[in-house]
């Protein structure tokens, strides 16, 4: 069964085909350079590009893999969260082609997909633990099946990527900074008690990143970084160590509140931080356990995922009409899926 996928929640327009949950091949406009101007994402022009995009992308994907669009058994699209009108650009083309095509419609949970995704290239196991950390959002799941994601913490504030891009914009490196600032601590060592965990001292799983952000901002100022690369280095290492670190400890109670749980499951774009991988690899040895953390390539966003997603829910028999509403970030996503025969 071959399965369009649209990814257009933020700043990326990706399109890729899976048949039988396997990717076949995937395609992406990256509006990064456009953002960058601007030191984040600016949703009006977002929503533009996607619009620009999404056709010529769709052409092109199904050209080189010689792929008609009535091959095409089901269209997946992320429905949220996100940017409404990116979200709103992406839907539209998805219930065009189902309709014109009277394809199966799936409207798929954009953070689900991310966890999700590790099942593209590695075996999935369950229950798991699930940490989403991405640009937008970090969060723990309780992962039953693949079908039944839990959200048991998130962040009240900024996501752990949004730390990483307004410090990064800070020391002059271009949005999104998060490899940028992950590429300079390799060579940096962390400079011991220089910024907090932030909100680790309770006993739940949500996260609290923005003091930690004002924090990072004045250290550099104090540090005066900008001609002393060891110093930039050494900050940056620091940077990644707090974050890492504190996520490990919320991964850590999330694993103590389940006994039961031996997996943890790490995806979105900061899951592609080489600190926050190790730390948390180190914990999964240290409990016997097994980390299954998402391959760099399905780590930032990218369509595979949606098609993937989207996939799983159609074989399980679920679907969306075309009143299928994209959900903005901060609002619930609603459980409005009809059911059907599998496909
Ligand atoms: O999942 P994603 O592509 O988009 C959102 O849904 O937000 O995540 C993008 C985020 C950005 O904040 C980017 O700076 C961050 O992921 N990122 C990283 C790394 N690679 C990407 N953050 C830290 N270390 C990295 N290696
Ligand atoms: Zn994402």
Redesign the pocket.
């Known amino acids: 069964m071959l399965c369009l996928g649209i990814e257009s ?4 327009t990706g399109l890729a085909i899976t048949c039988d949950g396997r990717l076949v091949d995937s395609i992406l406009a990256s509006q990064a350079p456009i953002h960058a101007i601007f030191g984040g994402v600016v949703p009006e022009l977002a929503s533009r590009e996607h619009g620009r995009w999404l056709g010529p992308l769709f052409d092109a994907l199904l050209k080189r893999n010689n792929i008609t669009p009535t091959d095409l058994d089901l269209i997946a699209v992320t429905r949220g969260p ?1 940017l409404l009108g990116s979200l709103l650009a992406g839907c539209a083309f998805a219930k065009g082609l189902a309709l014109t095509l009277e394809r199966p419609l799936i409207g798929v949970n ?1 953070l689900h997909a ?1 966890l999700l995704a590790t099942g593209l290239d590695q075996n999935m196991a369950f229950p798991a633990i699930g940490m ?6 970090s969060e723990i799941y309780r992962m039953e099946s693949p079908l039944n994601l839990v959200r048991m913490g998130r962040a009240l504030d900024d ?4 730390v ?2 307004k410090v ?1 914009n800070c020391l002059g490196l271009a ?5 940028q ?3 300079l601590a390799q060579n940096g060592r962390p400079i011991p008690g220089a910024l907090p965990l932030p909100y680790i001292k309770n006993d739940n799983l949500d996260f609290s990143f923005s003091g930690l952000k004002t924090a990072a901002i004045e250290l550099a100022k104090k540090l005066n970084l900008e001609k002393n690369q060891e110093k930039l280095n050494d900050f940056c290492a620091t940077l ?1 160590f707090a ?1 890492a670190r504190t996520l490990a400890i919320k991964a850590e109670r999330a694993l103590s509140n389940y006994p039961e749980i031996s997996v943890l499951c790490l995806a ?9 991988r190790q730390e948390l690899a180190n914990l999964m040895e240290r409990r016997n356990g097994r980390l299954i953390a998402a391959s760099p390539q399905f ?4 369509a595979a995922m949606i098609a993937y997603s989207g996939w799983l829910l159609a074989k399980a028999g679920f679907f969306h009409d075309l009143d299928c509403e994209a959900i903005p970030r901060g609002r619930k996503i609603p459980e409005d899926m009809r059911k059907g025969d599998p496909l």
């Open positions: 929640s933020c700043d990326d996100g954009h991310h989403v950390v991405s640009g937008g959002h996501a752990a990527g949004e990483f891009d990064g949005y999104p900074a998060g490899r600032l992950d590429n990644n974050i979105g774009g900061v899951a592609a931080n080489r600190a926050l780590c930032m966003d990218n």
